[in-house]
């Protein structure tokens, strides 16, 4: 079955960085453009944070973090990567990786088979 596992979670101090990965099964993983998305404490929308085309020629990024992250996949590897740079505490929340078979969409309705999420807190 189609399975999203992301890990790299931790807890940074403001300013610091975190490398999340995503692996992927179950599903032709190069068929598909992914994106990361997180949900702050008390939230319950996901917030778009990044996403990659299926080839990975094409990243989209939030306006908030864009300049500080950078999304990277490895389809021989069925992974997807999201470096994350200057984090700052306002950024700590549960990151998702997703799959979508659309280009140009950054709602989390539009993507499926979300992860568990992995735990990224950032102290000021």
């Given amino acids: ?3 999203l596992v992301e890990s790299g979670g931790g807890s940074v101090q403001a300013g610091g960085s975190l490398r999340l990965s995503c692996a992927a099964s179950g599903f032709t993983f ?3 453009r992914m994106g ?9 929308e996901r917030e778009f944070v990044a996403a990659i085309s299926w080839s990975g020629s094409t ?3 939030a306006d908030s973090v864009k300049g500080r992250f950078t999304v990277a996949r490895d389809n021989a590897k069925n992974t997807v990567d999201l ?3 200057s984090l700052k505490p306002e950024e700590a929340a549960v990151y998702y990786c997703a799959k979508t ?3 140009d969409t950054y709602g989390s309705g539009d993507f499926t088979s979300w992860g568990q999420g992995t735990q990224v807190t950032v102290s000021s």
Avoid: C, I
């Fill in 101 to 103: 078979h659309l280009d």
């Fill in 59 to 61: 990243t989209n990024y």
């Fill in 30 to 32: 190069s068929d598909y």
């Fill in 36 to 44: 990361w998305f997180r949900r702050a404490p008390g939230k319950e």
């Fill in 1 to 3: 079955q189609v399975e």
């Fill in 83 to 85: 470096q994350m740079n």
